[in-house]
């Protein structure tokens, strides 16, 4: 008896194709032309939810089991050569993400289930640390002069167990840093939005990695959206090994979130007064006043919580 197709799988590279080339056709193509400049595909969720029949099943994989998706979509690419680049090579290192995902999990409600799946999390970015190279090919050499290429995942560095050309038993590699291949990367630490706190409850912080052309493209008060998969890592306590583990969002994409500034509505009445507010010279002692007026004092603390929430003018600038 022949052998029945996986009714569940079907042909899923075949199915990113066809979506790709109905609905991204522009975007390849723009890819094709400024690539390695450009080298990020953006796909919205909601183009795969709607794809014909898959699409469902294409929008749940993608939730449920990021990485394999992750691969097909970049088969899908590879085997249909949907990236052609100007000289013909090969585009390693294009970038797929996703964004506009209908759902968003809220810090608090982060669990050990969402471990390894595709999440969306809201919130206000908090921290930021510097844009530092990240290798993501190591290449090593042995005394005798063999490479070896070891990739290399978020987390700790791995080194190989040893040469691997045929016959050679070095086992003590040496680093390559100019061979080896490097991204920007850089960590964010992004805290709950407070409209979706109860009175006294402490906001609760996620800490994300982003890399390539993610990195450096958000500041410190911006209101974002960060889609990616969650991770373990596991805590180490004064080097020792816990059972616990500390959790991170490997960042896929990153969407400014500005639905709640649109749906404020400034009328002319109101546009007036805020132009006569930016020319007030008090208005930064106003600001800073409004923070908490019921405590007194603490000018420090109130300014300092100030500028996240009215940034735009550097501090020079203003005549305090
Ligand atoms: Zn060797």
């Not at 609905?23 to 890819?31: I, P, S």
């Not at 669990?111 to 090593?140: H, Q």
């Not at 550097?314 to 005549?319: F, G, R, S």
Request: charged share 35%.
């Amino acid at each position: 008896m022949e052998k029945q197709p996986d009714l569940h799988e079907g042909d899923r590279t075949g199915d990113w194709t066809r979506l790709l080339k109905t609905k991204y056709k522009k975007e390849l193509g723009e890819l094709s032309r400024e690539y390695p400049h450009k080298r990020s595909l953006s796909i919205d969720y909601r183009d795969v939810e709607r794809f014909g029949k898959p699409g469902i099943a294409m929008a749940d994989e993608l939730l449920e089991n990021p990485g394999k998706v992750l691969e097909d979509v970049w088969d899908a690419i590879k085997n249909g050569q949907l990236i052609r680049t100007k000289d013909g090579k090969e585009p390693h290192g294009v970038n797929i993400r996703f964004t506009n995902l209908p759902r968003k999990t809220l810090i608090r409600n982060i669990r050990s289930d969402d471990i390894n799946r595709y999440i969306s999390v809201e919130g206000i970015l908090r921290k930021t640390t510097e844009v530092r190279p990240r290798v993501v090919e190591a290449v090593f050499r042995c005394p005798a002069g063999h490479f070896t290429v070891k990739q290399q995942k978020y987390g700790k560095f791995v080194e190989p167990d040893g040469c691997a050309t045929d016959g050679c038993t070095f086992k003590k590699l040496e680093l390559m840093p100019k061979r080896s291949k490097f991204v920007d990367s850089q960590k964010l630490r992004i805290q709950e939005s407070p409209e979706g706190l109860r009175g006294g409850e402490q906001p609760q912080t996620l800490d994300i990695d982003v890399t390539d052309d993610l990195s450096g493209i958000v500041s410190p008060g911006d209101r974002i959206i960060i889609n990616g998969i969650l991770r373990s890592m596991q805590r180490v306590v004064k080097g020792e090994k816990s059972t616990v583990f500390d959790i991170f969002l490997e960042c896929n994409s990153i969407e400014v979130a500005e639905k709640e500034f649109e749906e404020v509505e400034i009328d002319e009445k109101a546009e007036d007064e805020i132009n006569r507010l930016s020319k007030d010279p008090m208005m930064y002692r106003m600001i800073t006043h409004s923070i908490a007026p019921t405590i007194y004092g603490r000018e420090d603390v109130k300014q300092a919580s100030a500028h996240p929430h009215y940034g735009g003018v550097t501090m020079d600038m203003l005549d305090m």
